[in-house]
Protein backbone atom coordinates (compact mmCIF):
# COMPACT_ATOMS: atom_id res chain seq x y z
CA UNK A 1 0.00 0.00 0.00
CA UNK A 2 0.97 3.28 -1.05
CA UNK A 3 1.55 5.61 1.57
CA UNK A 4 0.69 9.75 1.47
CA UNK A 5 2.46 12.08 -0.26
CA UNK A 6 4.92 14.46 1.76
CA UNK A 7 3.51 17.90 2.97
CA UNK A 8 5.17 20.58 2.65
CA UNK A 9 5.66 21.04 6.55
CA UNK A 10 7.39 17.72 6.16
CA UNK A 11 10.33 18.84 3.89
CA UNK A 12 10.42 21.95 6.19
CA UNK A 13 11.53 19.96 8.98
CA UNK A 14 13.50 17.92 7.51
CA UNK A 15 15.04 20.95 6.01
CA UNK A 16 15.96 22.46 9.88
CA UNK A 17 16.49 19.19 10.69
CA UNK A 18 19.63 18.53 7.69
CA UNK A 19 20.71 22.04 8.65
CA UNK A 20 20.94 21.69 12.62
CA UNK A 21 23.01 18.07 11.23
CA UNK A 22 25.42 20.48 9.52
CA UNK A 23 25.88 22.55 12.52
CA UNK A 24 26.76 19.83 14.34
CA UNK A 25 29.44 18.69 11.70
CA UNK A 26 30.86 21.95 11.63
CA UNK A 27 30.68 21.97 15.59
CA UNK A 28 32.45 18.21 15.57
CA UNK A 29 35.05 19.04 13.46
CA UNK A 30 36.05 21.94 15.68
CA UNK A 31 36.17 19.34 18.53
CA UNK A 32 38.76 16.62 19.21
CA UNK A 33 36.91 13.46 19.86
CA UNK A 34 40.28 11.38 19.03
CA UNK A 35 39.72 8.18 17.92
CA UNK A 36 35.84 8.88 17.52
CA UNK A 37 36.39 11.33 15.09
CA UNK A 38 35.56 9.15 11.84
CA UNK A 39 32.64 7.60 13.88
CA UNK A 40 31.34 10.76 15.01
CA UNK A 41 31.64 12.14 11.58
CA UNK A 42 30.35 8.98 9.62
CA UNK A 43 27.02 8.80 12.14
CA UNK A 44 26.19 12.47 11.01
CA UNK A 45 26.76 11.42 7.24
CA UNK A 46 24.57 8.43 7.57
CA UNK A 47 21.66 10.13 9.51
CA UNK A 48 21.72 12.98 6.89
CA UNK A 49 22.14 10.81 3.79
CA UNK A 50 18.92 8.74 5.50
CA UNK A 51 16.78 11.52 5.56
CA UNK A 52 17.84 12.56 2.15
CA UNK A 53 17.08 9.76 0.87
CA UNK A 54 13.71 9.06 2.94
CA UNK A 55 12.12 12.14 1.69
CA UNK A 56 14.13 14.08 -0.89
CA UNK A 57 13.98 10.87 -3.24
CA UNK A 58 10.56 10.37 -1.83
CA UNK A 59 11.47 6.63 -0.91
CA UNK A 60 9.24 6.90 2.27
CA UNK A 61 6.05 6.70 0.28
CA UNK A 62 7.67 3.99 -1.73
CA UNK A 63 6.30 0.24 -1.74
CA UNK A 64 8.32 -2.17 0.81
CA UNK A 65 9.27 -4.04 -2.50
CA UNK A 66 11.69 -1.11 -3.29
CA UNK A 67 12.22 -0.04 0.06
CA UNK A 68 13.91 -3.62 0.54
CA UNK A 69 15.89 -3.37 -2.78
CA UNK A 70 17.85 0.12 -0.75
CA UNK A 71 18.07 -1.73 2.41
CA UNK A 72 19.38 -4.71 0.79
CA UNK A 73 22.34 -2.70 -1.41
CA UNK A 74 23.32 -1.29 1.79
CA UNK A 75 23.83 -4.20 3.41
CA UNK A 76 25.87 -6.05 0.93
CA UNK A 77 27.79 -2.47 1.36
CA UNK A 78 27.99 -2.72 5.00
CA UNK A 79 29.43 -6.29 4.41
CA UNK A 80 31.57 -5.42 1.37
CA UNK A 81 33.65 -2.51 3.93
CA UNK A 82 33.98 -5.30 6.97
CA UNK A 83 35.52 -7.70 4.80
CA UNK A 84 38.14 -5.44 3.21
CA UNK A 85 38.44 -3.71 6.56
CA UNK A 86 38.92 -7.57 7.89
CA UNK A 87 41.33 -7.95 5.23
CA UNK A 88 43.55 -4.83 5.53
CA UNK A 89 43.29 -5.97 9.40
CA UNK A 90 45.29 -9.35 9.32
CA UNK A 91 47.53 -8.14 6.56
CA UNK A 92 49.12 -5.72 9.17
CA UNK A 93 49.32 -8.71 11.78
CA UNK A 94 50.79 -10.98 9.45
CA UNK A 95 53.43 -8.87 8.39
CA UNK A 96 54.92 -8.07 12.13
Do not use: P
Amino acid sequence: MLRTHVTGRAYLYTWIALSLLSLVTLLASLADFGAWDLTIALAIATAKGTLVVLFFMHMIEQRFVNRMVLILSTLFLLILVTLVVSDVATRAAVAQ
